[in-house]
């Protein structure tokens, strides 16, 4: 089975500080990969998405992953954090030939961005 | 526009009682799904549904039961056999014509009073 890692439930950051929140994924082959972002008492939107193309993939909003097969990572980076940033970020894995709605949710990091 | 629209927005429920959560989209998916989120557990998957009359339990299945009679709708009934039935439900769609994410619902928030 699939599972998801993401280190650290709560990230606080200064503004214009780097953003950098962790995802470990588990999976016996490559999987598609993604992130996204959740406000207070809302669904969720895509940030950006992996999925066997370019393993440095830019998003929404100023964010970018980078896929480390090696490390079995895709942590998400922002290089200056805007008030606005501030909200849950989730990792998901759905697995190679599997219906893409069909995710592992790792369980979430909050960030607070501070002044 | 299109979308995914979920009704009611808050829901309160007695205990014993069941109650549907509704789930619409106007996407043209051929999938969709229902998600469960906790704090701090993110979400799992409930059930799914990648054709109209045809559905799979995802890992939390218990308690709950689902319909999908039509492409555009795939209602949620949570039973009163689910024992702690206190969450955010989400319901989401998705393609398989190229299209290669998932689209949220704005969620149920449902309440056991």
């Known amino acids: 089975a699939q599972s998801v890692t993401q280190l650290g439930s709560h990230v606080s950051v200064s503004e214009g500080a780097l953003v950098l929140l962790r995802c470990n994924y588990s999976s016996s082959v490559p999987p598609y990969l993604f992130w996204y972002v959740q406000y207070p008492n809302q669904g969720l939107q895509l940030l950006l998405k992996y999925t066997s193309a370019a393993t440095l993939v830019k998003g929404i909003n100023g964010f970018e992953a980078e896929f480390k097969k090696s490390e079995t990572s895709f942590h998400l980076t922002k290089p200056s954090a805007h008030m606005s940033d501030a909200a849950e970020y989730f990792c998901?894995?759905?697995?190679?030939?599997?219906?893409?709605?069909?995710?592992?949710f790792g369980q979430g990091t909050i960030l607070t961005v501070h002044p | 526009d299109g979308g995914i629209t979920q009704s009611p927005k808050y829901l309160f429920r007695k205990e014993g009682q069941n109650v549907t959560l509704s789930c619409e989209q106007n996407?043209?998916?051929?999938?969709m799904y229902w998600y469960r989120q906790d704090p701090g557990q993110g979400l799992r998957l409930i059930y799914y549904s990648q054709i109209v009359n045809d559905f799979q339990k995802g890992d939390i299945a218990e308690g709950y039961s689902v319909s999908r009679e039509k492409k555009e709708s795939f209602p949620l009934t949570v039973t009163s056999a689910q024992k702690n039935p206190t969450a955010f439900y989400l319901c989401?769609?998705?393609?398989?014509?190229?299209?290669?994410?998932?689209?949220f619902g704005q969620g149920t928030r449902l309440t056991v009073v």
């Open positions: 996407l043209n998916h051929d999938a």
């Open positions: 998901a894995v759905s697995e190679f030939g599997t219906s893409y709605g069909k995710l592992t």
């Open positions: 989401a769609s998705s393609s398989g014509g190229g299209v290669t994410e998932a689209f």
